[in-house]
T-cell receptor, first 113, second 111 residues
């Protein structure tokens, strides 16, 4: 069974640009969550999608958005990039119903210069 | 809003001894708790979980303890091995759409 795939692995963008990150969940998983990891801050919850609907959202500005497609693949978009957006962005997939563990991808390392 | 807190950024133990990683949470709605391990350049991997109806769960060398009244959980690793050296994240969930993580504790197991 293939794991969670995130693309691209690395990205360098300039302040003010926008970026789109992609996540393909484990086959059969309908929930995709996104997290931002920065040193000392742990994994900060961005949002969660289930069956193309956003079910939950963390405390991030509106520049951060996401969507999920009918095949459960998800994208997140960050507009008007700021230096502070430099981080590792992790996506996790799970079945989305009941309490089960989430499986993470390797992440996308975004650097804003 | 840090609803899940890991107050020790790092922990160093000798091989063969016990490692105890701690986690506190503030949201009383959390009823499912997990520990993840993360190596550099990899995503976190699931280690062990516990639901709020239990106070202990064991899986080999790993045991998680939950104290609901104190809103505290801990992960015990016995015996610790050098391969256990990683960052450990505590996570808590109030439902399938909402999992919150702590800041992580870097465990170093010395040979």
């Amino acid at each position: 069974k293939a794991g969670v795939t995130q693309t691209p692995r690395y990205l360098i963008k300039t302040r003010g640009q926008q970026v789109t990150l992609s996540c393909s969940p484990i086959s059969g998983h309908r929930s995709v969550s996104w997290y931002q990891q920065t040193p000392g801050q742990g994994l900060q919850f961005l949002f969660e999608y289930f069956s193309e609907t956003q079910r939950n959202k963390g405390n991030f500005p509106g520049r951060f958005s996401g969507r999920q497609f009918s095949n459960s693949r998800s994208e997140m978009n960050v507009s008007t990039l700021e230096l502070g957006d430099s981080a590792l962005y992790l996506c996790a997939s799970s079945q989305g119903q009941g309490y089960t563990e989430a499986f993470f991808g390797q992440g996308t390392r975004l650097t804003v210069v | 809003d840090q609803q899940v807190k890991q107050n020790s950024p790092s922990l160093s133990v000798q091989e063969g001894r016990i490692s105890i990683l701690n986690c506190d949470y503030t949201n009383s709605m959390f009823d499912y708790f997990l520990w993840y391990k993360k190596y550099p350049a990899e995503g976190p991997t699931f280690l062990i979980s516990i639901s709020s109806i239990k106070d202990k769960n064991e899986d080999g060398r790993f045991t998680v303890f939950l104290n609901k009244s104190a809103k505290h959980l801990s992960l015990h690793i016995v015996p610790s091995q050098p391969g256990d050296s990683a960052v450990y994240f505590c996570a808590a969930s109030a439902g399938p759409s909402d999992m919150r993580f702590g800041a992580g504790t870097r465990l170093t197991v010395k040979p």
